[in-house]
């Protein structure tokens, strides 16, 4: 009996070579470096939002009088956009570094639980990327569908 549960928990046990060890330790090398250079790109685009805003404010009040209104308009929309780009960007990265992270220490310690955790942040990542992909083509579909009704609507007058 105590033979057979042995047995059972040998093929639960996953045994890795050396090379798949190596692998996986340059595997974390580049995530970290990506999820870095995320972390470091969404800074960037949250600053590059607000410097176009603030460049258009400054340039809505040279415009001509209709316009003047169409800067501060414009300018919090951008700001927006750029933060809801950057607060989507963030959690794949934050992910992605959390991978990164655990699977070197699971690597280094040969610890079960750091590995599957790290596993864990990245099939998270994956998810929330796949997820975020099929809502992007959906909006384009739609987008696609409602440019051809127009195009439809306007060649019939």
Do not use: D
Not at 121 to 139: A, D, E, S
């Amino acid at each position: 009996m105590e033979e057979n549960q042995l047995l059972e928990e040998e093929k639960e046990t996953l045994h890795f070579s050396e090379n798949v060890k190596t692998s996986l330790a340059y595997t974390t090398v580049w995530t970290k470096f990506l999820a870095i250079a995320g972390f470091i790109m969404i800074g960037l685009l949250i600053l590059v939002g607000i410097g176009i805003a603030f460049t258009a404010s400054v340039a809505s009040t040279i415009m001509p009088t209709p316009y003047r209104g169409l800067g501060a308009l414009g300018s919090t929309f951008i700001i927006i956009l750029y933060v809801i780009i950057g607060a989507l960007y963030l959690y794949p990265t934050n992910q992605l570094y959390h991978f990164s992270k655990k699977m070197k220490l699971a690597l280094v310690e040969s610890n079960q639980q750091l590995l599957e955790e790290a596993l864990e942040h990245q099939r998270r990542m994956f998810k929330f990327i796949g997820i975020l992909l099929i809502v992007i083509l959906c909006i384009y579909a739609l987008l696609f569908l409602l440019l051809f009704i127009i195009s439809m609507i306007r060649g019939m007058r």
